[in-house]
């Protein structure tokens, strides 16, 4: 295997040891899925070895989450109808990634399908939080421990 295979077989690892997934079902039918990742500096040095430049890299007091969200109808769906929260606190900045091959080389669990986004929210002194996602479709909530990003409680 060479270096560069070894290097993404390692952030493939990495992601799907820490990727949290939910989905909606109404009436035995999955109505929306969503796949959320903790930007910690680990998965920052993974991702700058497979696509140096292109990593996600939280600031000072910073804390991002990539989200992954399938919803059968894109057709209505807008930005705005989406709304992140950690703990009490509303997201600072929604990004959208639209690249596809910048989806497929750092988060290949959203590729071809799901629509990306990168979540700011300012971060947390809390041991403990939930990260709830509100869509047209219902809301979903991953609970979250600090010392997942490297924080101590």
Known sequence: MDIDNQRRSELDAYIQGHLKQQKMFLKLKETAAAQVLEVTPELTAKQGLVAPGFEAQPKDNQALWIVSLEMPDWLRFNIEDLKFYWGEEKSK?????????????????????????????????????????????????????ASESGENP
């Open 93 to 145: 900045s929604v990004k959208e990634i639209m690249d596809p091959h910048l989806i497929q080389t750092l988060y290949p669990f959203a590729y071809p399908h799901d629509r990306l986004f990168i979540v700011e929210f300012k971060k947390s002194e809390k041991p403990l939080e939930t990260l709830k996602i509100q869509t047209s479709q219902g809301q979903f909530s991953f609970r979250t421990l």
